[in-house]
T-cell receptor
Framework: NAGVMQNPRHLVRRRGQEARLRCSPM?????VYWYRQLPEEGLKFMVY????????ESGMPKERFSAEFPKEGPSILRIQQVVRGDSAAYFC????????????FGQGTRLTVV | TQLLEQSPQFLSIQEGENLTVYCNSS?????LQWYRQEPGEGPVLLVT?????EVKKLKRLTFQFGDARKDSSLHITAAQPGDTGLYLC???????????FGKGTHLIIQP
């Protein structure tokens, strides 16, 4: 969707390196979700953030993964010491906030760990 | 933990046929949304339903929200190859923060 920018679109990392995925939400949106998707599967929730707050990180592995959404700048999903199993498409969704609001997705970052 | 179960998981039909896919839960949601995702792209919002029993139409697509706001269906009339994609439902409310997604229905329309 136009307005939600994710970069990079494709990211290749060697095992043990760090991956940083960025998501700039739509203007005026203060809520961001990160999802992970494997081929032929649906979206798996990872983390839900508001500006400067992590609301729900129950879907994110406790080790190696972290996420932030600072007051200024994009939301960052960081994966340290990547392993082959981290290879997937990572999508962020931007919401204005509140119940019933709609999610607008970026085009995703496809992470390949070699 | 609230769950949204989508069925069928996979569906392959011929062009021109009709089909219905389902999204069911034991939780009550304040709203339900349907998205379609094409390969290599992010999901795109199709519709939001809010009121129990609500029916919304989008060209050949008809969306219905169950009276109890626990389930929804998507009916496609005279399916076309361009309808091919992953159809995802998502709910808000239901006792949890944010948006809960089902695993989706993979739809293939064969010419």
């Amino acid at each position: 969707n136009a307005g939600v920018m994710q970069n990079p679109r494709h990211l290749v990392r060697r095992r043990g390196q760090e991956a940083r995925l960025r998501c700039s939400p739509m203007k005026g949106h203060s809520h961001v979700y990160w999802y992970r998707q494997l081929p032929e599967e649906g979206l798996k929730f990872m983390v839900y953030l508001q500006k400067e707050n992590i609301i729900d990180e129950s879907g994110m592995p406790k080790e190696r993964f972290s996420a932030e959404f600072p007051k200024e700048g994009p939301s960052i999903l960081r994966i340290q010491q990547v392993v082959r199993g981290d290879s997937a498409a990572y999508f962020c969704a931007s919401l204005r906030g509140g119940l019933g609001t709609e999610a607008f997705f970026g085009q995703g970052t496809r992470l390949t760990v070699v | 933990t609230q769950l949204l179960e989508q069925s069928p998981q996979f569906l392959s039909i011929q062009e021109g046929e009709n089909l219905t896919v389902y999204c069911n839960s034991s939780s009550v949601f304040s709203s339900l949304q349907w998205y379609r995702q094409e390969p290599g792209e992010g999901p795109v919002l199709l519709v939001t339903v809010v009121t129990g029993g609500e029916v919304k139409k989008l060209k050949r697509l008809t969306f219905q929200f169950g009276d109890a706001r626990k389930d929804s269906s998507l009916h496609i009339t005279a399916a076309q190859p361009g309808d091919t994609g992953l159809y995802l439902c998502a709910g808000t409310g239901g006792g949890a923060d944010g948006l809960t997604f089902g695993k989706g229905t993979h739809l293939i329309i064969q010419p």
